[in-house]
């Protein structure tokens, strides 16, 4: 099952592991409780204090297996092969459930084991979403650290028959209890403050009572982190609050332009640039959603949660999100098979009829990737010519099972419980088509995250922040950086260099307000 490099690196991590562990698996006799109990033979050699044991249990999936302490309780379960990105949680489960020490803070691992109530947490995944693992590693610790708390993670392809009496059609999706918990990323300090319902109101005493920054940074990104940094190191006080940290860059699968860098993956460069941040004085404020900027002598930044920051200068680096079509049906078929992310989502389509909406780069890579899954893909684009890359529509062209409309303007949604078609108008004629389908995928840009901000700096009719060449806004001390301002090409690369360009203004802005008259 795992090959040699493999098995030698998964034997170094396991040579962490100080005290017995168990794995109980639930088999029957198909192919992928095979694979099963061949992945657990594998990895029970990398250690002898690892014990691999098959349970008669007819209530628990199958193939699935527990894991936890030796002669304890196993509060961790994976339904299905944690491989391709959910294998680090496996090995992380592994070494947790030894008592192996998680990389959180101390105040968190308190808060975990505090937690009163009985959880029964289900995810379901697919092995190719590269948000899954961090939600799954999430509930795996809780599970671990709090003995009210269990988790199992189900692979939504191996399990569809759950899949298709639930209605899930996009990962990951949470259970709490047998009810729906959330869908989408989620990190650990987000799912704490949801059954947690006293800490928002602890942060927020917590963050009002912080002194007046010198540059507080609004966003997590590539802008956000490169303002950060350059104006940590120029050793004024700076802090960053983001809503998550990384940005859409977490939602961002491959990434083949950063230069100096071949390719990566988004979540990786997301972890170096919090990484990197961490190395300087930086008050990193994660999970803070800003609602209001009102400027002034000193500036303040409203938070959801009632808390309130201060500064002498701040940052806007609050990037862009997906571009949502508008239009009926849209909202209440959002993970019922609309959804926007085929990386993530496609494999729960496996067999099925879906459409992309959008021509561009993002939406034939996302038709490309799709036509390996699903039975058959439209493409529909609103203008009379594909935007994508010629290599791209090449590519587009050579798949059997793919279709392009242009001169498609997407009308509704339709559906009942879940998505079973979409009604367009072709431009030239007039007429409006329908098409029978199960899954609809959005992929027609971005919107800048600058609602919070009407009223308080000047913005474009796209609602971009208005930024001079230095990064400065309508209001002194106040910048903007990124994908949320005027400045052309929503790149990364584009994004840290203006994230630099406005933390060096923001420095000369405070140099020469602290200058004497």
Avoid at 142 to 165: C, S, W, Y
Avoid at 264 to 288: C, F, R, S
Avoid at 427 to 448: M, N, Y
């Amino acid at each position: 099952m795992l090959d040699a490099n493999i098995k030698t690196q998964l034997k170094a991590y396991l040579e962490r592991v100080t005290q017995p562990i168990e794995i109980v698996a639930s088999l029957d006799d198909g192919e992928k409780s095979r694979e099963m109990r061949e992945l657990l033979q594998d990895v029970a050699e990398q250690s002898n204090l690892i014990t691999v044991i098959e349970s008669r249990d007819g209530s628990q999936r199958k193939p699935s297996f527990s894991v936890g302490p030796k002669g304890g309780q196993a509060r961790v379960r994976f339904a299905g092969l944690p491989m391709g990105h959910e294998f680090t949680s496996l090995i992380l489960a592994l070494l947790q459930s030894a008592g192996y020490p998680p990389k959180v803070e101390a105040d968190v691992i308190e808060q975990i084991k505090n937690l009163e109530g009985e959880y029964n947490f289900e995810t379901y995944i697919s092995l190719s979403c590269h948000n899954c693992p961090d939600v799954v590693q999430a509930l795996n610790l809780l599970a671990i650290l709090n003995p009210n708390i269990r988790h199992t993670m189900i692979d939504g392809a191996l399990f569809q028959e759950e899949v298709e009496k639930r209605q899930i059609m996009a990962v990951p999706t949470v259970y709490l209890n047998g009810q729906e918990f959330g869908a989408g990323r989620m990190e650990l300090g987000e799912i704490l403050a949801k059954i947690d319902t006293g800490a928002a109101k602890r942060d927020a005493a917590k963050l009002s009572a912080k002194d007046v920054f010198d540059v507080l940074v609004v966003g997590g990104g590539p802008a956000g982190s490169a303002a950060a940094i350059y104006s940590a190191r120029k050793g004024i006080r700076t802090g960053v609050v983001a809503e998550r940290f990384g940005g859409q860059v977490l939602d961002t699968l491959a990434i083949e332009n950063f230069i100096s860098v071949k390719e990566t993956e988004g979540p990786k460069l997301a972890a170096a640039l919090e990484e990197h941040v961490k190395q300087y004085d930086v008050d990193i404020m994660n999970l803070q959603r800003a609602v209001k900027l009102v400027p002034g002598e000193v500036h303040e930044v409203q938070l959801e949660n009632g808390a309130a920051l201060k500064a002498k200068t701040v940052i806007l680096a609050t990037g862009a999100r997906w571009r949502e079509m508008n239009v009926p049906g849209e909202k209440e078929f959002r993970g019922k098979g609309v959804a926007y992310c085929p990386h993530c989502d496609g494999p729960l389509f496996k067999g099925k009829r879906v459409a992309v909406v959008g021509g561009g780069n993002s939406g034939v890579e996302a038709a490309i990737d799709l036509a390996g899954v699903v039975s058959h893909v439209t493409v529909l684009e609103f203008a009379d010519t594909l935007k994508a890359d010629a290599v791209l529509q090449k590519k587009l062209a050579s798949l059997p099972n793919v279709d392009v409309i242009k001169s498609a303007q997407t009308l509704e949604v339709t559906g009942t419980d879940k998505v079973n078609g979409l009604v367009y108008k072709d431009r030239v004629s007039g007429a409006e088509k329908r098409i029978e389908l199960e899954g609809i995928f959005v992929q027609i840009g971005l919107l800048p995250n600058t609602d919070f901000l009407k009223g308080a700096v000047e913005l474009s009719r796209f609602g971009e922040i208005i930024v001079d060449a230095k990064g400065q806004t309508s209001v002194p001390g106040v910048f903007g950086a990124g994908d949320c301002t005027t400045v052309p090409y929503k790149q990364i690369i584009i994004a840290m260099g203006e994230g630099a360009k406005a933390s060096l203004s923001a420095f000369d802005h405070l140099i020469r307000i602290s200058a004497p008259a």
